[in-house]
């Protein structure tokens, strides 16, 4: 037991982290590719099914297969979804913060119209708590 160390040299240690590297690197690669495989929503059902047989059953070629006729629809599939999520988590965040954007923009004139002296301040008061209430 003492001697483990010694019987495990560091060349053989700097092999089998690369190879652990590459297989986790190898399974978020086939991942990626059957959830863009499901997200793709130009490609019919048979399409897709062939894709995942060809995929699952002979891998090594059905990814690499894949990258080379897909890659570049992939990473634009990949653009689309972040951007629809972001604009997701910005109408939620929009909805949560309060209020419809029209209520803002109403209130940034009214406070616009305050600042050129267009309104006076007992105006812009009774204008502001009607469109806050």
């Known amino acids: 037991m003492e001697y483990l160390a ?49 995929v699952m059953l002979v891998p090594f070629l059905g990814v690499l297969v894949y990258v080379i006729v897909r890659g570049r629809d992939m990473g634009e599939r990949e653009i689309h979804h972040a951007r629809a999520q972001q604009e997701a988590m910005n109408a939620y965040i929009r909805d949560v913060a309060g209020g419809p954007a029209e209520d803002v923009d109403r209130l940034a004139k009214l406070s616009e119209l305050k600042s050129r002296g267009d309104i006076t301040e007992a105006e812009f008061q009774r204008a502001k708590e009607k469109i806050l209430h």
Do not use: H, S
């Not at 690197?25 to 590719?33: H, S, T």
């Open 6 to 54: 010694y019987d495990y040299p560091v060349l053989g240690a700097f092999w089998t982290v690369m190879w652990i590297f590459l297989w986790i690197w190898w399974l978020v690669l086939l991942f990626r590719i059957i959830v863009d495989i499901f997200r793709d929503r130009k490609m019919n059902g048979w399409a897709k099914a062939g894709w995942l047989i060809f």
